[in-house]
């Protein structure tokens, strides 16, 4: 029994049943993505003001994937013909770097991107009054409020409408924790898990107050409670809150609390500029940049993370297509093997036309 | 000279060994379970769909118990679920079945999995795959699927689906008991992990859709015999086309919906559904905020509109084939049905927000969607009307497959138009969520689909398995599953009218009115009694089924030749049952579906595949 059709076309449709099937497969992603880019739509314009995180993504990364995403799909184009042309060493070279550029873009997105976003925290405060200590302690010259309102706009209102909507204490206060503190006052260095400093254990830390009446520890479940931990050491993001403020620069001390401070040895402060002390009790919320950051980053994780499985399924695939059995394929059949690899890059420009709308939508506007 | 042709064509197969299968070496494992013949994967479909569709029944005559008897405990059953069904609730310490009395938390569980069973797990499989996957191809003329290994995998990730929101009945805290709709905030704040077996499950369940759409559209696309033509193609095969196109693009938005839930639950603080200010047990939720429950609604219902069409066109499909065969007359019109089904199923992506009249939509907004869903009632009422006009002037033979097609069309027609006072959003305000709205949508699905789909057993059992069932007791059970199903959903409209909200653990007490209190009136609340016990007399009518269903495949009368119901369409002209590869003959096809009693024919049926003289 064989399938009709399954590699010359059909007569009255012009199409081989693969072209047939992946056109419909792309139809029902563009539904899976539609139904994500409508999300983001809604929940943007549903935003409550200065929720939106706009100005946290590093553009020019994000364009750098995207000129090695748009370079693969030149690669997997020029392979195809290449099979056209009865080149198939031509082929598989550039099959080669079409996967080279796919794992580019995942290792860029996966080993620097995401992890980089999850160990930097946003830190929210109880009061207007503890805000205004702890942003001043961050800034080199001191609480002003012009600068805060510079760091705020860019990166949460960039139209500069709602800076009066929001209180202070809801403007984050956001960099690296580096240390913290235990209830006996002892310090302790917050440290990377197999040297690897991206990954520290620090990104697993959550923390709000949910009210007065659960402020105790038995309340919800977070990483950050099952720590004994009485104040964080936190290091204001570098080139933020100390750009073009550095009048008064001075290289590594702990703000607040200047004669309870205990360093063991110089560790307290590895990034070399100022740290800020923080006891637990004057935060509200303390969330890095992950998924239950805001609906800003879970969307953005759940959008680049769905397309970021797709690429991997992609690499899967062409990399199925660089097996010694292709070759077998490819002698029994050229016009199968061709339509394999003519499936596949329509596949692979869908995924990298969805990364075209991801860029902007997530890193520019 | 072209009649001599096809005389030698019967002849070379009724010759041919019945038991035709050309890899009869294969495996036990690969020939029936790993399969890759459409044939195979229909049945397991077919199979594992009649199971849930028992189970599915069996969750939900256990909670009419408790609505007929609230706080009385389950004779039999309470004991057996209280050792089998035992989890402790999250929070409390007590039993969720305690002395054989069902929690209110175990009613939210069997209701919630009542309606995912029956819909996701019960009807769809039944309708769409297995019936889809057995007729489509030999409707057509096909050797199989066009992409037999993507239909395997299609199966296999259903099946892992299945198992998966199956075992959720079995984890401590036990199934999701937020309701089939699952609408957050709730569903994701409820402590048991069974909504996250549910999602997990979904996405697979779509995934498996997703393949099993592109497969069909494919096959009905590229592998038509030669002749057939779109239009000669039967109805049948139309509606599972215009079926695969909404499972196709109406299921991937709640894949990413049900992706979205799993991250809320899952990753801490996350909350695309979740609004700012969510309080949880009196404290604010640990949560980002700024999330939407209005969209997770938008989203569910965009494939919960379509999905009403994915339940209901397959048995539309499969009764016009039956009305056709049966009346021995052509489908009264053919070309107008096909056109009602394509608008059908383009209207019914931009109908969705009827569900959601009550969210406090804008005026202008709520215009829209009842203008659309007004005028999608217009090509169902076609659709209908063509099948009444089908059989005027039919002489009629009354077989079970026969009656259960013709109790479908006014079964169907009773849960359209109670649908109209709910496409109004003035009426909807009074009905909605209420038994009425329980009593309409049933309407359409259990006299509606599942009566088609039993009829499609009773027509389609010849050719799948070489033997008939009985039918006297083919009658019986079409008798009292017609009388029990209306004696259980008819008396509903005056509950819901009455004003008796859906999800009510017991079944309304609660409301009822008293001296000086105005409530549910004693009548509405005795009526429960009364559907209850048509609920299990519904049950006590499928033993009869079940029994011929089996005993038939043994002791059944055998078919006298391949054609047993003298049908036209292609499904007819391959062996019994059909073997690997489907068909003994060269097929091309020279006429349109339904050339019943031609005049001047020689015989009342013209097969697709007979040339013209």
Not at chain 1, 93 to 103: G, K, M, N
Not at chain 1, 120 to 149: C, Q, W
Not at chain 2, 560 to 565: G, H, L, R, S, T
């Amino acid at each position: 029994m064989e399938i009709p059709y399954a590699e010359k076309p059909r007569e009255d449709t012009g199409l081989y049943n693969g072209k047939a099937g992946i056109w419909l497969f792309l139809a029902s992603e563009v539904m899976l993505f539609g139904a994500l880019f409508s999300a983001y739509v809604l929940l943007r314009v549903g935003a409550d003001p200065g929720t939106w995180s706009l100005g946290l993504m590093n553009k020019w990364v994000g364009a750098f994937n995207t000129l090695i995403l748009i370079a693969s799909s030149v690669t997997v184009v020029l392979a195809w013909i290449c099979l056209k042309q009865d080149d198939f060493a031509g082929f598989r070279r550039l099959q080669w770097w079409t996967i080279i550029f796919a794992a580019a873009f995942l290792v860029v997105k996966w080993s620097y991107e995401w992890p980089a976003k999850f160990t930097h925290y946003d830190i929210t405060f109880t009061s207007n009054e503890v805000a205004r200590k702890h942003m001043g302690a961050a800034l080199p010259g001191g609480f002003s409020e012009e600068s805060v309102k510079d760091i705020w706009q860019k990166r949460y209102d960039p139209h500069k409408k709602a800076w009066s909507d929001v209180e202070l204490k809801d403007k984050p206060l956001d960099g690296h924790i580096v240390g913290y503190w235990d209830k006996e006052g002892k310090h302790h260095e917050v440290g990377a898990v197999l040297g690897v400093p991206f990954w520290s254990k620090a990104w697993l830390w959550r923390f709000s107050q949910p009210s007065e009446k659960k402020a105790d520890e038995a309340g919800t479940p977070t990483t950050f409670r099952k720590y004994n931990i009485a104040a964080i050491e936190l290091a204001p993001a570098h080139g933020v809150w100390d750009k073009d403020r550095a009048s008064s620069k001075k290289p590594r001390r702990v703000a607040e609390d200047h004669e309870n401070h205990k360093h063991d040895g110089d560790s307290s402060s590895a990034h070399g500029h100022n740290t800020v002390k923080i006891p637990r009790e004057d935060i509200q919320r303390l969330t890095s940049f992950d998924p239950g950051h805001s609906t800003f980053f879970a969307t953005y994780y759940t959008m680049t993370g769905l397309h970021a499985l797709h690429v991997l399924g992609g690499i899967f695939v062409m990399l199925y297509h660089l097996l010694p059995i292709s070759r077998r394929v490819w002698t029994e059949s050229k016009d199968r093997f061709a339509n394999r690899i003519e499936i596949t890059g329509l596949f692979w420009h869908f995924v990298d036309l969805v990364w075209i709308f991801l860029f902007p939508i997530l890193y520019l506007l | 000279m072209a009649q001599t042709k096809t005389k030698k064509a019967d002849q070379a197969a009724e010759t041919h060994d019945h038991g035709h299968d050309d890899h009869g070496d294969q495996h036990f494992l690969s020939k029936y379970v790993f399969s890759s013949d459409h044939k195979i994967i229909g049945i397991q479909y077919g199979i594992t769909g009649l199971v849930f569709l028992l189970i599915g029944f069996c969750l939900i005559a256990t909670m009419r118990w408790q609505m007929a008897k609230p706080g009385q405990p389950i004779p039999v059953a309470g004991k057996v679920l209280e050792h089998v069904y035992a989890h402790e609730l999250g929070g409390e310490s007590k039993p969720i079945f305690e002395n054989g009395v069902m929690s209110r938390s175990a009613y939210n569980q069997f209701g919630a999995m009542h309606g995912v069973i029956m819909v996701f797990l019960a009807i769809v499989p039944l309708g769409f795959a297995a019936f889809g996957n057995y007729i489509v191809p030999l409707q057509i003329g096909a050797v199989d699927m066009c992409f037999p290994r993507v239909n395997m995998a299609s199966f296999w990730c259903f099946f892992v689906g299945v198992v998966i929101i199956a075992a959720s009945f079995f984890i401590p805290g036990g199934p999701a008991q937020a309701g089939w709709t699952m609408y957050p905030p709730l569903s994701e704040i409820i402590p048991t992990n069974g909504q996250i077996y549910l999602l997990v499950g979904f996405i697979l369940l779509i995934t498996s859709s997703l393949l099993g759409a592109v497969n069909f559209i494919a096959t009905i696309i590229q592998l038509r015999a030669p002749g057939m033509t779109w239009f000669r193609m039967p109805f049948f095969v139309w509606a599972q086309f215009v079926t695969a196109f909404l499972l196709l693009l109406a299921f991937p938005p709640l894949e990413a919906a049900a992706i979205m839930m799993l991250i809320d639950i899952v990753a801490p603080g996350a909350s695309f559904f979740s609004p700012t200010g969510l309080m949880v047990a009196g404290a604010p939720a640990d949560i980002s905020g700024g999330g939407s429950p209005l969209l997770y609604q938008h989203l569910f219902w965009f494939l919960g509109h379509p999905e009403v069409y994915v339940l209901i066109l397959p048995a539309i499909g499969i009764v016009t084939e039956i009305l056709a065969n049966t009346t021995r007359r052509p489908i009264w019109g053919y070309k107008l049905m096909v056109g009602s089904v394509l608008v059908l199923g383009f209207l019914s992506f931009i109908v969705w927000a009827h569900h959601m009249y009550m969210t406090g939509m804008s005026t202008k907004v709520a215009t829209f969607f009842q203008t659309t869903t007004m005028i999608i009632s217009i090509p169902s009422v076609i659709l209908l009307t063509c099948l009444f006009m089908s059989l005027w002037k039919g002489s009629m033979r009354f077989n079970t497959a026969s009656m259960f097609a013709l109790a479908f069309l006014p079964m169907f027609g009773i849960g359209g138009l109670t649908g109209l006072p709910l496409g109004f959003n003035f009426t909807d305000i009074h009905l909605h969520d209420t038994y009425y709205v329980i009593a309409h949508f049933h309407y359409v699905v259990a006299p509606g689909t599942i009566f088609g789909l039993l009829a499609g057993i009773y027509y389609w059992y010849p050719k799948m398995t070489g033997r008939h069932m009985n039918e006297f007791w083919g009658k019986v059970h079409f008798w009292c599953s017609l009388i029990f199903m209306n004696l259980i959903f008819m008396p509903m409209f005056a509950q819901g009218m009455d004003g008796m909200i859906r999800r009510m653990s017991d079944g309304g007490a609660a409301y009822g009115a008293a001296d000086g209190v105005v409530g549910l009136t004693a009548t509405s609340l005795a009526l429960n009694q009364n559907i209850s016990h048509a609920a299990w007399a519904l049950g006590l009518a499928q033993v009869p089924f079940i029994i011929n269903f089996f005993w038939s495949l043994l002791h059944g009368e055998k078919v006298k030749n391949d054609n047993p119901a003298e049908g036209t369409t292609l499904e007819w002209q391959t062996p019994t049952p059909p073997g690997h590869g489907n068909f003994t003959k060269k097929i091309e096809v020279y006429r349109e579906a339904y050339e019943y009693s031609v005049p001047g024919a020689s015989k009342d049926f013209t097969p697709q595949n007979e040339p013209a003289k």
